[in-house]
T-cell receptor, first 114, second 114 residues
Framework: SQQGEEDPQALSIQEGENATMNCSYK?????LQWYRQNSGRGLVHLIL?????REKHSGRLRVTLDTSKKSSSLLITASRAADTASYFC??????????????FGKGTLLTVNP | DAGVTQSPTHLIKTRGQQVTLRCSPK?????VSWYQQALGQGPQFIFQ???????QRGNFPDRFSGHQFPNYSSELNVNALLLGDSALYLC?????????????FGDGTRLSIL
């Protein structure tokens, strides 16, 4: 089953604009991660934010986490054509004891037009 | 430093056949997870191997089985293939136990069932 749900499902912007993607999840978590997937390729880890953190930055990426609302957002600033990809949030579920798996959402397809 | 490698890259099988997919983890990693990604969906966790044992399993039938070797490489076996098994199969590696760590993914094996 999918725990995370990304919103929007698809986003098309111009180069230089900012892109914001949102993720909602259902259970309590230890951390939330964002991944990028270029067409036909594997996923690439972008950033991990722990449940006791509210905001994290990495280069042009900014991630926020609101555990009270069970939601996260990923902001990509000054987007480039090379940012065109699908973006997924992934969570672990710590409500039932030891958990070693990630549960992914369906993803947001970001298209950055030159 | 080699990343996660998977073989083969593409595979075509017919219903009822059996298939074996292979994965070599990133150097220094000892944990391997397998995911199934249907077209337009996020990855779904199949199982994880650590110290040559299946540590956790997702909601997949017993037709899906795996193995981890002493060198940490892993195989995914699927028996009695169904049309619905057509998907991209992703292998991910990480190091150690505890909280879910960032996963390093291979580029996957694209399995098509005719």
């Amino acid at each position: 089953s999918q725990q995370g749900e990304e919103d929007p499902q698809a986003l098309s912007i111009q180069e230089g604009e900012n892109a914001t993607m949102n993720c909602s999840y259902k259970t309590s978590i230890n951390n939330l991660q964002w991944y990028r997937q270029n067409s036909g390729r594997g996923l690439v880890h972008l950033i991990l934010i722990r449940s006791n953190e509210r905001e994290k930055h990495s280069g042009r990426l900014r991630v926020t986490l609101d555990t009270s609302k069970k939601s996260s957002s990923l902001l990509i600033t000054a987007s480039r054509a090379a940012d065109t990809a699908s973006y997924f949030c992934a969570t672990d579920d710590n409500s039932g004891g030891s958990n070693y798996k990630l549960t992914f959402g369906k993803g947001t397809l970001l298209t950055v037009n030159p | 430093d080699a990343g996660v490698t998977q073989s083969p890259t593409h595979l075509i099988k017919t219903r009822g056949q059996q298939v074996t997919l292979r994965c070599s983890p990133k150097s220094g990693h000892d944990t391997v997870s397998w995911y199934q990604q249907a077209l337009g969906q996020g990855p779904q966790f199949i199982f994880q191997y650590y110290e040559e044992e299946e540590r956790q399993r997702g909601n997949f039938p017993d037709r899906f089985s795996g193995h981890q070797f002493p060198n940490y490489s892993s195989e995914l076996n699927v028996n009695a293939l169904l049309l619905g098994d057509s998907a991209l199969y992703l292998c991910a590696s990480s190091y150690g136990t505890g909280l879910v760590q960032p996963q390093h993914f291979g580029d996957g094996t694209r399995l098509s069932i005719l």
